[in-house]
């Protein structure tokens, strides 16, 4: 039997100790009152010393507890005995019918506690008393009846406590969830810190104020709650989760809520983890902030508040408190403290690209520790920790491309490789070089990748994050834009903080559309339109990973974005000879294709895209002609795709190849529909 159960079975036996010796003195007060000469009032003087004594008992009986924490006074205590006494004895109805001269009134009165007890006070009725404001007893009417002549009854869950079991009021339980400590949990130092500050804060003011609201700023949900767990666990208390929105809205309901509250955080050592996070960016004076505010207003006790960024002033008792993930130094030295001697580079690689919590690195760790650990297994355990939090937020995008697949400029591929260096050797640069030190943003690296469609920012997106083996993200515009206010900057608040824990690159397509220009502010529309940029702003510079914002309109980024690029890589239209190696890779080596005319297909201006179109199509009607790809597949799968384009062959001022049905004789050509410039594009 563990030490937990020994006292509460200890407070079970002296609560009922407690109620055995106080029903006792209540029965002699009782038999006395009606009949003094059979029960001598030196009998009910010595029950009541013996009452007193058992008060004293270690631990406190229930019903002592109780008295003191919801201050009962005496009086009240012993109206709270006649209702208990009966539910426990029942022979006490005859005793009181006897006590109120009338056979049907077998019950407890507040008349009946007048006439026994001589410290009585009228008070003791009222609805702000602790008898029926916590609501301890029950006030059964009955029709023509006084109040002082009512029957009286405990409540059912107070008449459990005072034997000795303890648990939240049913009630309450609808809106609240519990969180319970784990032993699997790590903090790091860091986050001890924090930790202890919270304790130290309620250790010194608890006394005076019975009251601590502690403000947890920050997405680190999961930690957030393990330090309130752990806090909870240190000082005694059983901590409950409230979702804002189960606060009841109606000010009745709202009243009772709250009461009841308190009353079980008082008898059952409550805390409260309340979460705001769905309130952010609310107005002040909503329904939702008024509610909460008048909630916290009315409640003592301890309290943890889950809010993003933002301080809301809901106590003047309050300690904010920034919580993050453990330092870039915490989690290479636990990830060496794991991985053993001679793991340092292991540990560095892991620390650069990854940005977990202790408990995620153990748990990564256990998963692989039955094999000598290695950098391509803790590599994709990474990646499976991070994956899904980013599954549901954007699409991911199978990596196929890899440097050997792509068609650019060499000064193009260079700057592609310069970013991969970036993200590959931070460790090296950021931490033995110093550079974190001096840097408070900045550490994450954000390009743009800028040209018409189909000229290979796709594609390239695909070959880094092959290269560096982590996951690519397309970020789906339609479903981060929100007509509603403040919604845009929640949906990117999610996608970042799921990003940030650096398993994976973002690549945010059409970026002009949302990373554009701020506007002059005409309405309210373009004051929240500015500010879902300024978030934007923040975000990317804070943002410690790789952010790719692909766009075919650099020109109309805002120029603030471009300020905080490390890259802008410009893809140009593919020159003749790129488009001559394009059509070379374009077909996979399993495929049967006949002497193909490369000098000819170079001279005809596509973008890779369309030309992967193109060569597509033509695969197709090979295999429907059940024969090789010849350039009479090609040029019909060229044709298909111009008068996608709303083009045609006899636009381009190229001389067609030997054979050249595919030149429609009604077509018009003049040399002026195409010149040098013009571009043809696919995506």
Known sequence: MNQDTDIEQQIKLNSRYYLKISSDYLKAKLDHFINADQIPLDTVSSLFQQRQQAANLSPLPAFVKLSHKLQLTKFEQNI?????????????????????????????????????????????????????????????????EHLINCPIKVNERILHFLQGINYVDDRLLSYLIPLTASNDNILSPSQLLIQDEILNSWQSNHNRYRISHNSLLSSERTIKKIISQDVCQKLGFNLFQLMVEQLPTNSQDLAQFIRLWQRESLLFSLALYVDIRSLEGENPNSQGMTVLRRFFLSCQGLFFIDSYDKDYELSSHKL??????????????????LLGENKETIAQQLTSQFNLNLTDIQQIYEKTSNIAPSLPLLWNECLKQTTPKMDNLAQRIELKATWDDIVLPEAIKEQLQQIVAQIRYRHQVYDEWGYRQRLNRGLGVAVVFAGVSGTGKTMAAEVIANDLQLNLYRIDLSAVVSKYIGETEKNLRK???????????????????????????????????????NYLLQRLESFQGLAILATNKKGSMDTAFM???????????????????????????????????????????????????????????????????????????????LKKLERSLNELNIMPPINNNFIDDDDDFDDEDWDDDDSIGLR
Request: one cysteine or more; a negative charge.
């Open 80 to 144: 709270l005995l006649l209702c208990v006494a009966v539910e426990i004895n029942p022979s006490f109805a005859h005793l009181y019918a006897q006590a109120q001269d009338s056979e049907t009134k077998n019950y407890p009165t507040f008349s009946l506690g007048f006439r026994l007890f001589n410290n009585g006070n009228w008070e003791a009725i009222a609805p702000h008393r602790p008898l029926r404001y916590w609501g301890l007893i029950e006030i059964l009417s009955l029709q023509h």
């Open 495 to 533: 996608l970042f903080d799921a990003a940030e824990e650096g398993g994976c690159i973002l690549f945010f397509d059409e970026a002009d559309a949302l990373f554009g220009k701020r506007s002059e502010v005409k309405d309210s529309h373009d004051r929240y339109a500015n500010i879902e940029i």
């Open 563 to 641: 300020r905080r690029l490390r890259f802008i890589v410009d893809f140009p239209f593919p020159t003749a000879d790129i488009r001559q190696k394009l059509w070379k890779k374009v077909f996979p080596p399993a495929t049967p294709i006949d002497e193909l005319d490369y000098g000819y297909l170079k001279q005809i201006q596509f973008t890779g895209g369309s030309i992967q179109n193109i060569a597509l199509n033509a695969s197709f009607l090979a295999a429907k002609n059940e024969g090789k790809i010849t350039m009479d597949e090609v040029m019909s799968a060229m044709k298909s795709e």
């Open 320 to 337: 904010t408190l920034e919580v993050h993930k453990p330092t870039h130094e915490e989690q290479y030295d636990y990830w060496c403290q």
